[in-house]
């Protein structure tokens, strides 16, 4: 059968006929294999380029040699040497406990809420318990940590009613502008985070589970042990991670409550960058990043962390 | 094992510490309101309310013209991040490469914010080199200033901060949008367009009014980033950490501070109030429309 002998096929009233009809150009900016499929792509091509291609030129730009406002390609190691010879490594490993410290404090105090809220309140309402969860988080980072500062010193909120409770008689010095500040400082900043990640881990985790440890007499131990741990093992490490490394690289909480010469890795960059020394601060970016992505990559390995995304894919 | 029934007492008591850990994160904040109202300040023995802090606050023209620059780039990271948010959402669902697509898209969350914005800031300050080798090797000017720090850098600082939430507020709404209505409308004739225009638009509009808000009230609250991004002009974060550092926690500090805190709440409440509300609504309208169970 020839073309010229078929009976003409009329489109569908509607979107065939009128591409049919159109010009290329109006077919390009209407038509769906058009603009509308470029569109799509946005946003990979924007974080593509400007947050996948920066992130991995830290690598690149912390070998390049310093030059006296700037830097210039080359090869050389000094920028690390400069760091891992300096007290800006023990800074640095100081920072990594602290933080460390902060996601075991945010992991004890927050992810039983998540357990809480998933396995004893109502199904209708737990989203919006998790909510209330939201409005601290959504409190500027810097207020939190700025409001921390009349809260902890010596004649500060906590003091004040440690002392009106009679829990002490003096006030205590120590918790401002020390790492214990600090700490504070990232439980407080961070937590909401691990109660979400938990949460949103929980949420694969059908009700039935728990009634089913309950039937063959589990004890509360041994079913968040064997039984809760292990299947939000995914949410507790996504949100392990973000506590751990906000910790480390957030400069903001050991500048305003670590006191003086109190530091982690987010400082050590930014003043580096105020220094004009760039490929130093490259080069404690690329380490941030690297252990960064190592922990993911360990965890999805581990765990699957597609796991977290099951509820919303 | 706990009972609810059986221990209530256990029960409310879980609440109670869930409360506590709510109250204890929201404390320093209400704390904060509560001394930028003291005509003394923080630390004075008596406590006089007062509106003076946050008058001396209006008065001032730096801050005034800080809280312009901090809702323009509120505005324009509303009228980029959004979009970007929803588009990510649709071709998240289309891909087959979900995995590495939502690496990308997620991972901004977890870079600290000096990290990316030092690591923004090198890298435009090479582009800007980079185009104006280009325009002084064609002999043109037009590449000159680009990638300048200034408006458009904070911008995008903040587009990457704020996209990942964006993107994870409309698909979480997205996944309650059943596709077969978007095959039904395309199968009637509607275009691509049409059929997400007028059929799943209106239902995942919740997600795009809160998407907003939180991106708006992350661009506010932003510091680091825009810091080292933004070139010549301050936003109200900037001045106030200018402030703490330079002249010490006075009282306008805590005004500043509670003033901040204040519209964040306020927007967040309103946000919570409304898509509460509408939940509310739908659930009631689908019920009303659902069949009775067959006896």
Redesign the interface.
């Known amino acids: 059968m020839t073309a010229e002998t078929s009976p003409a096929i009329e489109p569908?009233?509607?979107?065939?006929r009128d591409i049919a009809a159109k010009p290329r150009w109006r077919r390009f900016l209407?038509g769906?294999d058009g603009i509308?499929k470029v569109?799509?792509?946005?946003?990979?091509v924007?974080?593509?380029l400007?947050?996948?291609?920066?992130?991995a030129?830290?690598l690149v730009?912390s070998v390049f040699e310093r030059t006296r406002f700037?830097m210039e390609p080359g090869f050389t190691l000094f920028a690390y040497e400069t760091f891992f010879t300096s007290a800006r490594a023990e800074n640095f490993l100081h920072a990594m406990m602290h933080s460390a410290g902060a996601v075991v404090i945010s992991f004890v105090?927050?992810f039983?809420?998540a357990v809480?809220?998933r396995r004893?309140v109502p199904e209708i309402a737990q989203h919006?318990?998790i909510?209330?969860?939201?409005?601290?988080f959504?409190?500027?980072?810097?207020?939190?940590i700025?409001?921390?500062?009349?809260?902890l010193s010596r004649?500060g909120?906590l003091n004040s009613f440690l002392m009106d409770i009679g829990v002490i008689s003096e006030p205590i010095s120590a918790i401002l502008f020390t790492p214990l500040g600090v700490v504070i400082g990232e439980v407080?900043s961070f937590?909401?985070f691990m109660v979400f990640s938990g949460f949103l881990a929980m949420e694969a985790v059908q009700k039935y589970v728990f009634e089913v440890?309950?039937d063959l007499?589990?004890?509360?131990v041994s079913?968040f042990k064997d039984i809760i741990v292990p299947l939000a093992a995914p949410g507790i490490f996504a949100g392990s991670?973000?506590i751990f490394?906000?910790g480390?690289?957030?400069?903001?909480i050991p500048n305003?409550l670590g006191g003086p010469g109190a530091t982690n890795?987010?400082?050590i960059?930014?003043e580096s960058?105020v220094a004009l020394d760039?490929p130093l601060?490259?080069a404690?970016?690329a380490i941030?990043?690297v252990t960064?992505m190592a922990l993911?990559y360990i965890g999805h390995r581990l765990f699957d962390l597609?796991r977290i995304?099951e509820?919303?894919? | 094992?706990?009972d609810?029934y059986a221990n209530p007492w256990a029960?409310r008591a879980?609440w109670a510490?869930?409360l506590i850990?709510?109250g204890?994160?929201?404390?320093?904040?209400f704390?904060?309101i509560y001394?930028s109202f003291n005509e003394h300040g923080?630390?004075a023995q008596i406590y006089d309310f007062t509106w003076d802090w946050y008058v001396v606050l209006f008065r001032n023209q730096q801050i005034i013209d800080s809280l312009s620059w901090t809702a323009y780039l509120g505005a324009a990271t509303i009228l980029t991040a959004v979009p970007?948010?929803l588009?990510?959402a649709?071709?998240y669902k289309?891909t087959r490469h979900?995995?590495v697509?939502?690496?990308?898209?997620l991972?901004?969350?977890?870079?600290?914010?000096?990290?990316?914005g030092?690591?923004?800031?090198?890298?435009f300050?090479n582009l800007n080199r980079a185009f104006e080798w280009l325009g002084d090797s064609l002999g043109v000017t037009w590449f000159y200033g680009w990638f300048e720090l200034g408006f458009f850098t904070a911008l995008?600082g903040l587009?990457?901060w704020t996209?990942p939430y964006a993107?994870?507020v409309i698909?979480?709404t997205m996944?309650r949008y059943r596709v077969q209505q978007t095959e039904a409308a395309r199968s009637?004739?509607?275009?691509?367009?049409q059929a997400f225009w007028q059929i799943e638009f209106p239902q995942i509009r919740v997600g795009v009014f809160s998407a907003s808000a939180?991106v708006f009230?992350?661009s506010?609250?932003?510091?680091?980033r825009t810091s080292?991004l933004k070139g010549g002009f301050d936003t109200f974060?900037t001045v106030?950490?200018s402030h703490?550092f330079n002249t010490g926690?006075s009282g306008d500090?805590?005004a500043m501070?509670g003033l901040?805190?204040v519209i964040?709440?306020a927007v967040?409440?309103a946000v919570?109030v409304y898509t509460?509300a509408k939940a509310e609504r739908l659930e009631r309208e689908a019920r009303a429309k659902a069949e009775p169970v067959a006896a």
């Not at chain 2, 697509?101 to 898209?105: D, E, N, S, W």
């Not at chain 2, 009637?188 to 367009?193: D, E, L, Q, S």
């Open positions: 569908p009233a509607g979107r065939g209407t769906e509308q569109v799509f792509y946005i946003p990979l924007f974080m593509t400007f947050f996948a291609l920066p992130v030129l830290t730009w700037w105090l927050g039983p809420i809480f809220v004893r919006r318990v909510l209330l969860f939201i409005l601290p959504m409190i500027s980072e810097l207020i939190r700025f409001a921390l500062r009349p809260v004649h909120l407080l937590l909401p440890c309950d007499g589990a004890g509360t079913t991670v973000f490394v906000n480390l690289g957030v400069g903001l305003i890795a987010g400082s960059v930014f960058i760039f601060a490259m404690v970016s941030m990043i960064l993911l597609t995304l509820p919303i894919s | 094992m706990m609810t029960y879980q510490y869930l850990i709510v204890a994160l929201m404390a320093p904040v704390y904060t001394i923080f630390g970007m948010g588009i990510a649709k071709y289309r979900k995995v697509f939502v690496t990308l898209m991972s901004p969350l977890f870079v600290p914010a000096d990290i990316l030092s690591a923004l800031l090198v890298y300050k995008v587009i990457l996209v993107f994870v698909l979480i996944s009637c004739g509607a275009t691509a367009w939180f009230i992350l506010f609250n932003e510091y680091t080292l974060t106030l950490i703490m926690m500090s805590y501070g901040v805190s964040s709440m967040i409440g919570l509460l």
